[in-house]
């Protein structure tokens, strides 16, 4: 039962998964809230003979997990909630971008996402916590430095369709060097409804 795992009085607290195993109680407690950690690498990237032009991919960070538990209506909707970016190597020339979603898997860098839709950067649009849609003013919503070995996050609330769901970094500066030393980690919690 939900209440004897969530209970601390409980002689089954913290047992999170049902005596018959099924793990209906990390459904009730998780539900549709989803975390996803993406690893970038702009290795190979090939903007030290390419020119990289805004909005150009990077690199293809993953995708989200758009399962949901048994007994859920199927899901139509993603809300990007919160994003965290940590640039832990810095790529060693000027260059700022921006974290995407498109609705192809798989797509070469050095070529816009199909179906585009910037997520966090200067150019995203962001719903402020009432739900009314407004422009990206907020510092943490600025474009990601690649060059600068720091945390940038925002709480975007964005609602993409379902199909919108593969993540992309991609650059905002025209980029025509080398910056295959970058590295970064992304963190994106979001619901699926």
């Given at each position: 039962?939900?209440?004897?795992?969530?209970?601390?009085?409980?002689?089954?607290?913290?047992?999170?998964?049902?005596?018959?195993?099924?793990?209906?109680?990390?459904?009730?407690?998780?539900?549709?809230?989803?975390?996803?950690?993406?690893?970038?690498?702009?290795?190979n990237t090939n903007a030290a003979d390419t020119t990289y032009a805004d909005?150009?991919?990077?690199?293809?960070?993953?995708?989200?997990?758009?399962?949901?538990?048994?007994?859920?209506?199927?899901?139509?909707?993603i809300i990007v909630e919160r994003i965290i970016v940590v640039v832990s190597t810095?790529?060693?020339?000027?260059?700022?971008?921006?974290?995407?979603?498109?609705?192809?898997?798989?797509?070469?860098?050095?070529?816009?996402?199909?179906?585009?839709?910037?997520?966090?950067?200067?150019?995203?649009?962001?719903?402020?916590?009432?739900?009314?849609?407004?422009?990206?003013?907020?510092?943490?919503?600025?474009?990601?430095?690649?060059?600068?070995?720091?945390?940038?996050?925002?709480?975007?609330?964005?609602?993409?369709?379902?199909?919108?769901?593969?993540?992309?970094?991609?650059?905002?500066?025209?980029?025509?060097?080398?910056?295959?030393?970058?590295?970064?980690?992304?963190?994106?919690?979001?619901?699926?409804?």
């Amino acid at each position: 039962m939900r209440a004897d795992v969530l209970n601390s009085n409980s002689s089954d607290y913290g047992n999170l998964m049902s005596k018959s195993g099924s793990g209906d109680d990390i459904h009730v407690m998780a539900g549709t809230k989803k975390w996803s950690s993406f690893v970038g690498s702009l290795a190979n990237t090939n903007a030290a003979d390419t020119t990289y032009a805004d909005n150009d991919i990077l690199v293809q960070l993953g995708a989200f997990d758009t399962s949901l538990p048994d007994g859920y209506a199927t899901a139509t909707k993603i809300i990007v909630e919160r994003i965290i970016v940590v640039v832990s190597t810095v790529c060693g020339q000027t260059h700022v971008g921006h974290i995407d979603a498109g609705t192809t898997g798989g797509e070469s860098t050095n070529a816009a996402p199909t179906g585009r839709v910037e997520l966090f950067g200067a150019g995203a649009t962001q719903l402020d916590p009432e739900g009314y849609a407004k422009a990206t003013t907020v510092t943490e919503a600025d474009d990601l430095n690649f060059n600068s070995a720091s945390i940038y996050w925002c709480s975007p609330g964005i609602v993409l369709p379902v199909a919108t769901n593969f993540i992309y970094a991609c650059t905002t500066t025209t980029v025509s060097a080398d910056v295959t030393a970058g590295r970064f980690t992304c963190q994106i919690e979001y619901s699926v409804l």
